[in-house]
Every structure is written in C-alpha cells, then in structure tokens.
C-alpha cells in the first residue's frame, strides 16, 4: 500500500479525549476514527489488524473443532422473555419497536440467539456434543465509554457457545477454551492472567476472566504471591479473623457528633474491628415475567475495619441493580444517617450481613438516634439478615489458601469464559434424549473475546515516546518502506520486489520530507522499517531498522528480498 493513498492521516499533536497512550496513538496514527461517544470507525490500518486478530481466533476456534456461524445482531425481544433477560438488564440493553410493534432489541450477547438454534437443531444424544462461535457486532449502551476500544457501546466480539450432555462435557470444552485462550493471547503477543471472576448477568456458576494487568484498567485484581490464588476484587476471598467472646448486654450510649468509625473509635477508645458499619443502597428489583419494577432499601452490615463490596452485596440481595441511598430513603427505612444500623429496621428492608460481622459478638453499631451508638450488639439477637461474604479484599489482607499476603493490581478484561449449566437451556427448552428416551436439558457454555478490546490493550502495552510498536503478528504491515531520493522508480522498483515476493509492505512515496516520513513510522509502528537513502542507494545498499529497537544496519541491495524475508522469519520466532 502506498502511503499517498491510505485512506487516513496521521496527526501530530493528541485529539482530545485521548485518556491513555494507546488510544492517542491510535486516533494519531491513522487506525481509527471516533464517530460518536463510544462508537468509533476501523481506518485501513486498524482493520488490517483486527483481520490478523481475528485469524488468529478463528485459527484456534477452528482447532477446537468449533463450526463457525454468524447470528443476527437484532433480536426479537421474546427469546430475551424466555430467560428473563429482556427485562432484568437495565439501560445498557437497546429495545425497540418494529413496526410491527413487537419488541426487539440489539444483542449485548448471544446467549438466547444460540439457545434457540441449538433446541432448532438438537434432538437426541447423538447430536452431542456441539461447539460454535462467531465473530459478530455487538452493542452495549455503556453510560462511560472510555479509552477508546477498551470500553466502547458498539465493538466485534469473538463468542463461542458449547452444547453438552453432562457436566463433565461442559468441564472438557471449558478446559479447552481456557488453553486456547492462552495461545491466542500469546501468538498476539499480550500478557495476560486468568482470574475467577463474577458470572453476573451470564448466570451459572463458574467462570474466569483473563485480564491484562495495567494502571489503566477499571478492574483490581487480587493476587497471592506465594500461592497464585488469583480473583477478581469483585468475587475475591480472604482469611478472616472473628472477636469471639461472651455475648453481653446491648447498652446505649452517647456519641455526639461521631458519624464515622473514625470519630466513634476516637470516643470510645476502641478499635475499628469492634464495630459494625452500615452502608445503606437501593436496590432495583425488575419483575422478569412484566418488567414492573420495585426499589427496596437494602444495608450492607459490614465490620469497622472493612469495606463492602457492592458487587457482592448487590448479588446477596438480588437485586438487578444498585445505587446509593439518599438520606430521606435512609429516614424512611428507620433509621437515622450516621448512626444507622439494622435495629430496629422497617420491615421490608433488605439486611445483609457479612459473615465476619455474624461470627463476632459484641460489636458496636448504630442506634438510629441521633448522637447515640449501641454496645454489644451481635447479628442473631439484635437484629437479622441475610449473611454472605459482602467485605472487599485489599493489598495486604491475608490468601484463603495459604495464608500468605495479599496483592492487588488493576487490570483490562480481555476476555471471559462461563459455565452456564442449564441456565439457558430449561429457560427456552433446549432438550435432548438420551439412551433411554429420557429428556434432559442440554448443559451449556459461553466463552468471549473482545476483538477491538485487545487490539487496544496491545496498543498500550506497546508503544514509547514516539508511537506504536506492534507485534509482527497483529501489525498492519510487516514493512515500512521508505525512499529518500530522487529517483521515484528506485522506490517503486523495491516496493514491487518485496510486494511480489508476499512481503506486506507500506510504502511511503509521499512527497514529504525525512523528518515527517520517519516520525509516521514511528508513530504507526510497523515492526521493520527499509530506507533507501541518497548516501547508502550511492553505495548499493539500505538500512533496516527494528521499530523495537534503536540501532540501523546496512545491508546489500541485491539481496533485499531474501534478507527481509528472513528477518521476518525470525522476528516470527521469537
């Protein structure tokens, strides 16, 4: 490709917006275009990467046995009924009218979709079991779209779906993804954890994240050292300790002005694990069968010394979604802000409490009376609730496992895996029958990668002062050609040879100057770079340069081609 033709232009200076590196040299050197908040168009360049991604996956789906299909982005809003999906996803989910005045809706994912073919297509035990995926649109209505291809509304999404008849054929294709996974994310070359992590609104019980741990990412990620007990912040573990002693007597006293654990543990002399807080949240309940909705006051109980984890309180109490409550929601459950508790509570507040709360005794909690606290309040006589690990793990907590320090770090989700069970499958009646005749809900699984998500990450883990640096695999050319003299058919002449030789080359015959032609390799990042320069063409030779590397070689003319071939040969190696 010449570069007096490529359809984009590199720009100097960062677009605003661009919050991150890669997203700033991505806008700068030509791969994408922003169309609107969190929908962006791919520009030559990027979409030559996200096709060698992209054959990348289908290369290890394919190894997988996997079949490859395509599904339609719009939806009828009545398989979304079935699971209950169609109402219980708040506003991240498009719905819409036809004109036909049915309910429609754009695919977040495709869960139902598959669901749907596979009861279409899957009868008896003998059609089992099945593997299929797409490379397909998605569009989620994301209120905080943000780094450019890391979180965007609308991007290309590699799912896949497994058909099983038993668990233990979900656990084999489960292990399957889970290796492939790796080997896709090492032929592209980007360092990545598996984590466990939350199904949420996927629904089943197991599932990993593998994450690209990175200062930019919204994630933290928690982390042992010694034993690799690894897991999301959302869903992560640790050891707890319990004040274990003789349940005493509840006794009022008073605590002006102390709001916070803080101020109560400087008036009474105590240490934060002595007490209880309360963190008061709405909750929204949705109705899966109408999509009526109903919002409950829920208290998350936790201990002074610790911090709820919404994702896990917002789980405990089943609710669809959360928020933090306004003060006179707070007045009207019963209880008084900043000296809240669950005592005494109006009835139909949601109470969850978190299990190192329940296992101590005699912790100090709110009264609901505004400058007074209790002593020796204990979960099961004074008050009750739901209890569940609702605390959030943090840098230094001790591992579960081996009781060695924890450590946390933020990171990228670049892709997920699940085990849905038969969550879908008695949903929308996807049967089959087995030996006997009996009918038996197929078990299932979901597995995603997000294309442009890790065209993204990619980006950031590489590049420097001056552009990209992308790995040979996923960069839009292998070779940057550059022609510094006169003579255009000297340039021409070397474009073609290496062209015809199935070299992909980029072939700056701009009429620019050296400064601006090689600021625009740098900045697009293409792994080799060949000048042809005045001095060096005098001397029948050229210089090839690594994009990762400082140092410039010469090298003869006459062997242009068979050199860069084997360069990139080895650059494929390592």
């Known amino acids: 490709m010449r570069m007096s033709k490529l359809f984009s232009k590199t720009l100097r200076e960062a677009p605003n917006g661009a919050d991150t590196k890669g997203y700033e040299y991505l806008l700068r050197a030509g791969y994408i275009d922003q169309l609107a908040s969190g929908i962006f168009s791919l520009l030559p360049l990027g979409f030559r990467s996200i096709r060698k991604i992209s054959t990348i996956v289908r290369e290890e789906m394919d190894a997988l046995g996997a079949q490859e299909i395509l599904m339609p982005v719009v939806n009828p809003g009545d398989i979304w009924k079935e699971t209950g999906r169609f109402y219980s996803i708040d506003r991240e989910m498009t719905r819409f009218k036809d004109r036909r005045d049915s309910d429609m809706c754009l695919a977040m994912t495709h869960e139902e979709c598959c669901t749907d073919l596979g009861r279409n297509v899957i009868d008896s035990y003998k059609r089992l079991p099945l593997l299929v995926y797409q490379l397909q649109t998605k569009w989620r209505d994301d209120p905080r779209p943000r780094a450019g291809l890391i979180r965007v509304r609308e991007f290309t999404m590699k799912d896949s779906y497994s058909f099983d008849r038993d668990q233990a054929g979900l656990e084999k294709v489960y292990k399957a993804h889970y290796d492939a ?17 939350d199904s949420g609104m996927m629904g089943g019980k197991v599932s990993h994240e593998y994450m690209y741990l ?3 990412g919204e994630d933290t990620i928690i982390t042992c050292p010694s034993c690799g007990y690894t897991a999301n912040r959302q869903v992560a573990r640790f050891k707890k300790t319990y004040n274990k002693e003789e349940l ?6 008073s605590t002006p002005n102390a709001k916070t654990i803080e101020d109560l543990c400087k008036v009474l002399s105590i240490e934060s694990e002595r007490t209880a807080k309360a963190v008061f949240m709405v909750g929204t309940y949705i ?4 999509g009526s909705e109903e919002e409950r006051l829920i208290v998350g109980i936790v201990r002074g010394d610790m911090d709820v984890e919404e994702n896990k309180l917002q789980n405990a109490a089943r609710a669809n979604s959360m928020r933090p409550a306004h003060e006179e929601e707070i007045i009207a459950g019963g209880m008084v802000p900043g000296f809240g508790s669950p005592i005494g509570c109006k009835e139909g507040t949601v109470v969850v409490v978190d299990d190192a709360v329940a296992e101590s005794n005699n912790l100090v909690a709110g009264a ?3 400058g007074y606290h209790y002593l020796n309040t204990n979960y099961g006589r004074d008050y009750s609730g739901t209890v569940a690990d609702i605390s959030s793990a943090k840098d230094g907590y001790i591992c579960p496992d081996c009781g060695q320090p924890l450590r946390s770090s933020k990171g990228v989700e670049v892709g997920n895996i699940f085990q849905l069970g038969t969550r879908y499958s008695e949903a929308m009646n996807c049967y089959y029958q087995d030996e006997n005749g009996e009918r038996k809900p197929v078990i299932m699984g979901s597995y995603g990668i997000g294309i442009g998500r890790l065209l993204a990450c990619l980006c950031e883990e590489y590049n420097d002062e ?5 790995p040979l695999a996923v960069a839009p050319y292998q070779v940057h050609l550059i022609s510094l003299i006169k003579d255009a058919e000297v340039g021409e002449r ?3 040879e290496l062209k015809n030789a199935g070299i992909e080359v980029l072939y700056d015959d701009r009429k620019e100057t050296a400064g601006v032609k090689f600021a625009d390799a740098d900045l697009i990042g293409v792994p080799v770079r060949i000048t042809i320069g005045a001095r060096s063409f005098a001397e029948g030779k050229y210089e090839v340069k690594l994009r990762k590397e400082d140092s410039v070689n010469l090298c003869s003319l006459d062997s242009i081609v068979p050199d860069t071939q084997a360069l990139l040969a080895k650059l494929i190696r390592e």
């Not at 109705?287 to 109408?290: F, G, I, L, Q, V």
């Open 181 to 197: 996974y790796f080997r896709i994310y090492k032929r592209c070359g980007l360092p990545v954890v598996a984590v466990g992590s």
């Open 466 to 470: 001056k552009g990209l640096k992308l």
């Open 368 to 370: 609901n009376k505004e």
């Open 494 to 496: 070397v474009y073609n």
């Open 248 to 253: 005493k007597e509840k006794e009022l006293v």
């Open 214 to 216: 990175s200062p930019i």
């Open 287 to 290: 109705n899966d069968k109408d």
